[in-house]
């Protein structure tokens, strides 16, 4: 009955040990290519708003223009296509929330 | 009745200016862009871009905004190498994307030999000016014209559903709601002019925010923001768009709508 139980324990610890050494293995797989599309994602969350950018409140404006500041050195270390491409992409997004923020403290 | 001195210099050195935005040219030419910064270094020829090829199925938003042509000549930074990797001219110009139910040409082919063939030269190809002229008559009679130069009149076939401009391209645009910008401006004029009624909806179907704001217009205090005839003539403000691809300010009451006060 003991022997059975440390066999069973055994086989339980063995297959949760292979779980977690696969599951690393297909994490860091999928790590360099989840990195590079990772700056992507938060490019489009943050310039889909531009559309609504006159009805955001003035904090969710500054934080989206805070965001665009902490992703540009990102975009700046993407291939030479990818750089041009998203650094002008990225700037026109964070000027216009820039000037609605402007106009706004202009009145 | 003698006209003062300092009028009539003025008259005289402003006159150059006003007439270059005034001038009338040949629908056909309007909007012609040439894409040669790096041509000669690269041995082909530069690209004669017209518009209106384009405008008939795009906004303007969609390539200065999403695909990320510059405004301003020479600031984009378009190269074969962009267009290959899928960015400008080959975020369509793909051989895959299919518009009207035909796949797009894909741009700068890798290993091809611009001379011999016949895909490099669509684009990379010495302008035929009566081409373009057949060209863009061929277009045009589908589209209700105006103006001293019979252009298309973008305005009136969008608002007819004549044409259905694309403002989302997969896989380059980010899904967004569309825009609902229905403010209009009043512009008062200071000359002889009725005043200016400016429309943030019409503007809006094909600008989106971006295109203008606030590259063209920038914050300013309301009211403050003075805008004169001149200005707009040397491509400044309304002159942007409206001295090189949108109607030309030689149509006058396009603009000057509103009754005189």
Redesign the interface.
């Known amino acids: 009955m003991r022997r059975g139980r440390s066999w069973l324990l055994a086989a339980v610890l063995g297959a949760g040990a292979a779980f977690t050494v696969g599951a690393a293995q297909a994490v860091l797989a999928q790590g360099p290519a989840a990195a590079t599309q990772d700056w992507k994602k938060e490019f489009?969350e943050i310039?889909?708003?531009?559309?609504?950018?006159?009805a955001l409140p003035m904090d969710e404006l500054k934080g989206l223009v805070s965001r665009c500041d902490k992703l540009k050195p990102r975009i700046e270390k993407l291939?030479?296509?990818?750089r041009?491409?998203?650094s002008?992409?990225l700037q026109?997004?964070r000027?216009?929330y820039?000037?609605v923020i402007?106009?706004r403290e202009?009145? | 009745m003698a006209v003062p001195l300092r009028i009539a210099v003025l008259v005289v050195l402003l006159a150059p200016v006003a007439s270059r935005g005034m001038e009338v040219v040949p629908a056909h030419r309007y909007g012609l862009v040439q894409f040669g910064n790096r041509a000669a270094a690269a041995k082909v020829p530069p690209v004669s871009f017209d518009h209106w090829s384009h405008r008939a199925r795009f906004t303007c938003r969609l390539c200065h905004v999403d695909v990320g042509f510059a405004m301003t000549a020479g600031q984009t930074g378009i190269s074969a190498s962009t267009n290959r990797s899928g960015y400008h001219c080959g975020a369509c110009h793909n051989g895959k994307t299919v518009l009207g139910g035909k796949p797009v040409f894909a741009s700068c082919s890798a290993g091809v030999d611009v001379d011999e063939s016949p895909s490099c030269r669509r684009c990379h190809e010495k302008r035929d000016p009566e081409k373009a002229r057949r060209d863009y008559e061929a277009l045009a009679e589908k589209f209700p014209r105006k103006g001293q130069a019979r252009a298309v009149d973008w305005e009136e076939a969008e608002a007819k559903g004549l044409v259905r401009p694309i403002d989302f391209v997969e896989g380059v645009s980010i899904r967004r709601a569309p825009l609902k910008m229905d403010k209009e401006i009043s512009i008062e004029s200071s000359g002889w002019m009725t005043d200016v009624l400016f429309s943030h909806r019409k503007h809006s179907v094909w600008n989106g925010c971006e295109v203008c704001h606030p590259e063209i217009y920038p914050s300013t205090k309301s009211g403050t923001k003075k805008t004169s005839m001149i200005g707009i003539s040397s491509g400044e403000s309304c002159g942007v768009c409206h001295t090189k691809v949108a109607f030309p300010i030689a149509d006058c009451e396009r603009c000057h709508v509103k009754p005189v006060r």
């Open positions: 489009e310039c889909a708003k531009t559309q609504d950018a006159m291939d030479e296509s990818q041009k491409v998203y002008r992409r026109v997004c000027d216009l820039q000037f402007e106009s202009k009145g």
